[in-house]
């Protein structure tokens, strides 16, 4: 993730760069947890969770069969199968080695955002020695050129479009406050000052990008903590308020009173359009109320949507899987994170070690502001999202059980026919999803140019699955009549 955010060396956009990127991780992973299932049982879920998510992946199948374009959405019910295989790996990686999962997590976010503001920085002092250079987040991109050759096609550091970015600063923010409370007395002394520093620039370039999103998905997930726990989330909240209020000063130093680039706070005001295309979404859901449009299907250009996603996760899920699959799904996050959280009082109040009290509360931070961003964003549509998902629905999985009295994993004596049966079918689809990626990959430029030229569309793509997210087979599809499946 540190990676394919900081470098670029290909000459696909940087949508489709991460996308690339998260496929390989997703099918090597998937490799491993196969691996993994041939030697432990998943033993720590009880039946009504088994049978909530059958139901569900029933309901995605039965949705994608009878969806126009069945090949893009069996990808989606694929992609999310891998993302529920790395999930349980990273829940068994932590419970293997807790403190040392926590440390990489908190090295690589921290690494992420260093790279990423020297970045923003070095940008930022070329801005001033050249009055010519447009500076962040206006300009997304350095261009590295020998004897003006481009040496960087798509260019260094950089996201398509800023919003993708904002949705790692609300995952990340509040991680980064429990980095500081983990590295401060572990470090050499004063290093402790330009953590600080580094944090409160990150929140810098949450005001700078005017990121309403990530302010109130935020600060929803900083006053959760403070419903919830109180004076005991003193030291995360202390943390978080300070670098937010040091980061609001840059902003205001640097960017707003010279006038260099940032966008002024709250400068956006209306509901950019989503009113709209909620009342379209939930029109569809109307139309298709039990299977939805299938999986991926709210882009498809046959019902002529207005963006590619909704930029609201339920009202998506709904529209493309159906009610039925959308309510279990809630129900079952819901119930696990509010298991999650009883636990955490009930451990608060006895004298649990305030070191992973404090990691906890920031991990209770970091999944609400990101399950209140997906109420208006497509938080959980973009690529190093879904892998922050998975690496903190992970830590959150394998620490509760740890603290449990039931074990998650227990290792296997024998294997049954239905397991190979499930490795299988596992196997099958990580071999559909990289063969589907794999053969997109070449087209991806093409697949752009022939988008604007089939359809009546201006000059602007809606990232979904690729860059270009809009789904179709040919000019046809918009005379074909809306799926059949109720």
Not at 99 to 106: A, F, G, N, T
Not at 299 to 311: F, Q
Request: glycine letters at 6%.
């Amino acid at each position: 993730m540190v990676l394919v955010t900081s470098f670029s060396i290909t000459n696909v956009s940087y949508f489709n760069q991460k996308k690339i990127a998260q496929s390989v991780i997703l099918c090597f992973s998937s490799i491993l947890f196969v691996y993994f299932l041939y030697k432990t049982k998943l033993v720590g879920l009880n039946s009504r969770v088994w049978v909530g998510l059958t139901i569900i992946l029933v309901f995605g199948t039965v949705s994608s069969t009878l969806a126009p374009l069945p090949q893009w959405a069996f990808l989606q019910v694929g992609w999310y199968l891998l993302i529920g295989q790395l999930l349980f790996l990273c829940s068994y990686l932590y419970q293997e080695d807790k403190e040392h999962y926590i440390r990489v997590v908190l090295i690589g976010l921290i690494a992420l955002c260093v790279l990423y503001l020297t970045r923003v920085y070095a940008d930022y002092i070329t801005g001033l020695l050249n009055d010519n250079w447009t500076t962040w987040p206006e300009q997304n991109r350095i261009e590295l050129r020998k004897n003006g050759v481009l040496l960087n096609p798509s260019a260094y550091l950089g996201f398509n479009h800023v919003r993708f970015f904002n949705h790692i600063q609300t995952w990340t923010l509040p991680l980064l406050a429990f980095a500081y409370l983990y590295f401060k007395d572990r470090i050499i002394p004063g290093l402790q000052y330009l953590l600080l520093f580094f944090i409160s620039s990150w929140w810098m370039l949450v005001f700078a990008a005017d990121a309403r999103g990530t302010m109130v998905a935020s600060t929803l997930g900083l006053l959760t903590i403070v419903i919830l726990f109180r004076k005991r989330c003193i030291p995360v909240a202390k943390v978080y308020l300070i670098t937010a209020a040091a980061g609001l000063v840059l902003y205001l130093s640097l960017f707003l009173l010279p006038q260099n680039g940032g966008r002024e706070i709250l400068s956006r005001f209306g509901d950019s359009g989503r009113l709209d295309v909620w009342w379209f979404t939930i029109e569809q859901i109307m139309k298709h109320p039990f299977l939805g449009l299938g999986p991926m299907h709210f882009s498809y250009m046959g019902i002529n949507p207005p963006w590619s996603t909704p930029h609201n996760f339920i009202l998506q899920t709904a529209a493309e899987w159906g009610i039925p699959a959308v309510i279990l799904a809630t129900v079952l996050v819901t119930a696990g994170l509010v298991k999650f959280i009883k636990q955490s009082l009930h451990l608060s109040e006895n004298e649990m070690d305030p070191r992973w009290l404090m990691w906890r509360i920031a991990l209770i931070a970091s999944i609400t502001a990101a399950l209140a961003h997906s109420m208006v964003s497509g938080i959980f549509n973009s690529s190093l999202s879904q892998l922050l998902f998975t690496i903190i629905g992970g830590a959150i999985i394998g620490e509760y059980f740890l603290c449990s009295n039931r074990e998650l994993f227990r290792e296997r004596t024998r294997i049954s026919y239905m397991t190979i049966i499930i490795i299988g079918l596992l196997g099958i689809n990580t071999v559909f999803v990289g063969y589907r990626v794999a053969s997109d990959i070449p087209r991806l430029n093409e697949r752009k140019k022939e988008f604007f030229e089939k359809f009546d569309t201006p000059f602007k793509l809606y990232p979904r699955f690729w860059h270009q997210g809009m789904i179709y087979e040919d000019t046809a599809d918009l005379n074909k009549d809306e799926p059949q499946h109720n």
